[in-house]
């Protein structure tokens, strides 16, 4: 067997072992999809039936219209962007802090960051809790924003540590040298050198924030201010399940998170890659 022969053939047998594991992963969604528009005189057959002709947006209508999703997912869209942008800001404050300026103790504080994320969230949601209710901030965004910001910071200010000390301080002083105040030159210069890592710490934030269920459940207990996690898991524990509607809920929930990650994938995965070799 020749060489060119070989090459074919591993060529071949890498697109299919690509395409079985993206029909494994993708077709529970492909199923959720399908559901959400079929009747339900074919969602409940004890026969399941993959696709039905009879297609319609029924569940969907009544998603929206006989429940408080549109609120859910209003709520969860506001807290992940607040949450995003707020640990964007903080974790690059931060991260800068470290790796350019020297002070007693920097180390173990770098160190002290990873050593923070180890610990589950169950773990601080109980003191977590109590600090919430002393100040106030229970039943609100706002405190559902300062949840995710805290558990999200220590890897997010990690990683971008990690790009900080690949950059330069040479081009950073040269931007300076040129007229440039420190600010300046950190969003200018700084800033979009580590965008991968920036990029990497915002998808991070954005889907611990919109998936969570934990500290949503034990902070919010008004249905106005709930997320889509534990709204959809009341409307899972309904007296009559309407499976239709769980599925429309589900493909819902489900898209902003996969186009934000379709949009900047390439971002993530250089950024996750190249802090991790970088660090």
């Known amino acids: 067997m020749n060489a060119r022969l070989k090459q074919i053939i591993a060529r071949i047998s890498f697109y299919i072992g690509v395409a079985t594991f993206a029909l494994f992963c993708g077709f529970p969604m492909v199923w959720m999809v399908l559901t959400s528009i079929k009747p339900d005189r074919d969602i409940l057959t004890a026969t399941p039936v993959f696709w039905s002709w009879n297609v319609h947006l029924d569940h969907y209508r009544n998603l929206f219209d006989q429940t408080d999703f549109l609120i859910y997912f209003v709520n969860s869209i506001t807290v992940a962007a607040s949450a995003t942008s707020l640990t964007i800001v903080i974790a690059t404050l931060a991260a800068y802090g470290i790796t350019r300026f020297r002070f007693t103790g920097r180390e173990y504080i770098a160190g002290g960051m990873l050593f923070t994320y ?13 600090l919430m209710k002393n100040y106030g901030l229970i039943n609100t965004k706002l405190g559902l924003v300062l949840a995710y910001t805290t558990f999200s910071l220590p890897f997010s200010m990690w990683l971008l540590r990690s790009f900080f000390q690949s950059i330069p301080l040479d081009l950073e002083e040269a931007a300076m040298t040129d007229g440039a105040s420190r600010p300046q030159a950190v969003i200018r210069v700084i800033v979009p050198l580590a965008f991968p890592g920036v990029i ?13 269920y ?13 997320t889509l996690p534990i709204g959809m898991n009341d409307l899972y524990n309904a007296t009559i399940t309407d499976w239709g509607m769980m599925m429309a809920g589900g493909v819902v929930v489900t898209v902003p998170a996969l186009a934000f990650f379709i949009m900047i994938q390439r971002y993530l995965i250089s950024g996750w890659g190249a802090g991790a070799i970088k660090g």
């Open 214 to 226: 934990l500290f949503a459940r034990v902070l919010v207990s008004d249905n106005l201010m709930k």
């Open 200 to 212: 990497a710490v915002s998808i991070f934030t954005f889907i611990v924030a919109w998936n969570d």
């Open 118 to 130: 180890m610990f589950a969230p169950i773990l601080i949601v109980v003191p977590f809790y109590i």
